[in-house]
């Protein structure tokens, strides 16, 4: 059965770096069927897709955050993560793994998020 | 890019119809058969509706419906229950180079 799990510090401080973990059991991530997919939600507001890694080692992201962002993947460990650099309190959300199909780019199964706050 | 257009809130009463528009471009929405929804319950993660404008995932009742014309995505759920209260996203590709998604701004549903 599968299975996505979010990780990480719930706290992160200004200008600081916002690091996080996805764990993915019960199916691999080393597939050319899907890509592994951060979102995030601030507090009632909607969803916004950050970015995404493929099998391959490719990486797509968000062109409004591209410059701080980095997604990589270890396929060992079935895991992925994301990395945000010089965070803001704009950047409090809760964050959400997904997997992408990539013939309909559909959001298929997700993580049950995970709240990060930004504040000193 | 800017975000996919949905009106703020819909309702309708207890098996009855309604329908979600999500209002997008010729960049994305109307270049691309890839528009996809998403129901959220308070609290939870968003799950899959609809994919690639009208395919419904093994699952998911035949009440939810997907259509596109032109720049216009729609989701129409008949025969509303109360757990189809939820807040509701489309979400289209946005195409190449950067591979971009993007979504909605998202509708509250409320089942009278």
Redesign the interface.
């Known amino acids: 059965q599968m299975q996505m799990q979010e990780s990480g510090p719930g706290l992160v401080t200004p200008s600081e770096t916002l690091f996080l973990t996805c764990i993915v059991s019960g199916v691999s991530i080393n597939t050319n069927t899907h890509y592994w997919v951060w979102i995030r939600q601030p507090p009632g507001r ?4 950050i970015g ?1 890694t493929y099998y391959s080692g490719s990486t ?4 409004s955050l ?1 410059s701080r962002v980095t997604i990589s993947a270890d396929t060992s460990k079935r895991q992925f993560s994301l990395k945000l650099d010089s965070v803001t309190a704009a950047d409090t959300a809760v964050y ?1 793994c997904a997997r ?2 990539n ?6 199964f ?4 995970i709240l990060v706050t930004v504040s000193s | ?1 800017s ?1 996919l257009t949905q009106p703020a809130s819909v309702s309708g009463s207890l098996g009855q119809s309604i329908t979600i528009s999500c209002i997008g471009t010729v960049n994305n929405i109307g270049s691309y058969s ?1 528009v ?1 929804w ?1 129901q959220q319950h308070p609290g939870k ?4 509706m609809i ?2 404008v009208s ?1 419904r ?1 093994s699952g998911i009742s035949s009440r939810f419906s997907g259509t596109k014309s032109g720049n216009t995505a729609t989701l129409t759920i008949t025969g509303l229950q109360a757990d189809d209260e939820a807040n509701y ?1 489309c ?1 289209s ?1 946005a195409g190449s180079p ?9 509708t509250k549903l409320t089942v009278l």
Do not use: R
């Open positions: 909607g969803l916004e897709w995404n797509y992201y968000n062109s591209k959400y992408q199909d013939t309909g780019w559909a959001f298929d997700w993580g049950q998020g | 890019q975000a890839l996809s998403y993660a968003p799950k899959l994919s690639e395919k995932p996203y979400c590709y950067s591979f971009h998604m993007l979504f909605g701004g998202g």
